[in-house]
């Protein structure tokens, strides 16, 4: 049974190019969210899609970030120019009926 | 908006012994009420979480607490073992949607 698959796994850049992290959430699940987590502000939810439909991106930091699920099992989450305050690890997170959330492994995301 | 704070920030015990960590809110309209584990290197991981209809939650050795008064939860792990040690986060919110606000974390270490 797979679960949140996210990939790359680590990724490290210059400031200034694009940087494009991708998800595919668990079989069925309609609910997906990204978040990101740093030392300083810890947990932070970026966007939630619910049946693809981006829902509340509220969270996003400013215009450099966008994301976007063309469909129910691909969901991308991209930064455009990166800086080095974007150095953070990103989750992905997907639900279904209930109100677990289930979590992928986070992709490391390094900006020289 | 939502304030929630735990305590303790890190928690050392030795093997065999109990730990217990609290979360404060501050949204009184939350009634879902979860933990996740965090392991080094990968995603949170729902534990337990209890709903504020229910006083208390038991899953073998873990329990969940609520105060739903005082605003307040906690985590209980008995008889603490060196698998356990890792990053606890709170995250209460309204069970009926998708936001819920991540506490600041408790970094466990079970001393063998």
């Known amino acids: 049974d797979a679960g949140v698959i996210q990939s790359p796994r680590h990724e490290v850049t210059e400031m200034g190019q694009e940087v494009t992290l991708r998800c595919k959430p668990i079989s069925g699940h309609n609910s997906l969210f990204w978040y990101r987590q740093t030392m300083m502000r810890g947990l932070e939810l970026l966007i939630y899609f619910n049946n693809n439909v981006p829902i509340d991106d509220s969270g996003m930091p400013e215009d450099r970030f966008s994301a976007k699920m063309p469909n129910a099992s691909f969901s991308t989450l991209k930064i455009q120019p990166s800086e080095p305050r974007d150095s953070a690890v990103y989750f992905c997170?997907?639900?279904?009926?209930?109100?677990?959330?289930?979590f992928g492994p986070g992709t490391r995301l390094t900006v020289l | 908006g939502e304030n929630v704070e735990q305590h303790p920030s890190t928690l050392s015990v030795q093997e065999g012994d109990s730990a217990v960590i609290k979360c404060t809110y501050s949204?009184?309209?939350?009634?879902?009420f979860p933990w996740y584990k965090q392991e080094l290197g990968k995603g949170p991981q729902l534990i337990i979480d209890i709903r504020s209809n229910v006083g208390e939650k038991k899953d073998q050795r873990i329990a969940v607490t609520l105060n739903k008064t005082a605003k307040h939860f906690s985590l209980h792990i008995t008889e603490t073992q060196p698998e356990d040690s890792a990053v606890y986060f709170c995250a209460p919110g309204d069970g009926g949607t998708y936001k819920y606000i991540f506490g600041t974390g408790t970094r466990l270490k079970v001393l063998a």
């Open positions: 997170a997907s639900s279904g009926t209930g109100t677990t959330q289930y």
């Open positions: 949204d009184s309209a939350s009634n879902y």
